[in-house]
């Protein structure tokens, strides 16, 4: 399986796959019936192919996982949130374009790249 993808996490895998994870991490918190979510998807997909390897993408429901929504005070949504090493270093709310999110992810892959 390839890493380009944007991958489903709920509460029982978001340990695994988001707080241990080794590269640094973009949560997309979600909704179904969100507008600007749908917008968001096909920017993410974009970004995963072009950072495959290097950062990953995950995606969390809010509706299904509302312990998580609420542990990352998910206020409004989309909310992208950046994590590296268990801990939240970035996060944005609402549709960003593709610029946006590379210069945040560019920012927190400059920083990880310092601390390896």
């Known amino acids: 399986k390839h890493m380009s993808e944007v991958i489903s996490v709920n509460e029982p895998s978001f340990q695994a796959e988001v707080l241990d994870a080794a590269e640094p991490v973009l949560v997309d918190f979600y909704a179904t019936w969100c507008g600007p979510c ?18 990953k993408f995950a995606k969390v429901d ?8 609420a542990r990352y005070r998910v206020t409004g949504v989309p909310m992208l949130a950046i994590f590296h ?12 374009p593709p610029a946006a999110l590379r210069e945040r992810l560019n920012a927190v892959r400059g920083r990880t790249a310092v601390e390896v």
């Open 85 to 96: 090493q268990g801990h939240v270093v970035d996060q944005l709310v609402g549709f960003q």
């Open 62 to 69: 809010v509706d299904e996982s509302p312990g998580l929504a």
């Open 38 to 55: 749908r917008m968001l998807t096909p920017v993410l997909h974009e970004l995963a192919a072009e950072y495959a390897g290097r950062i």
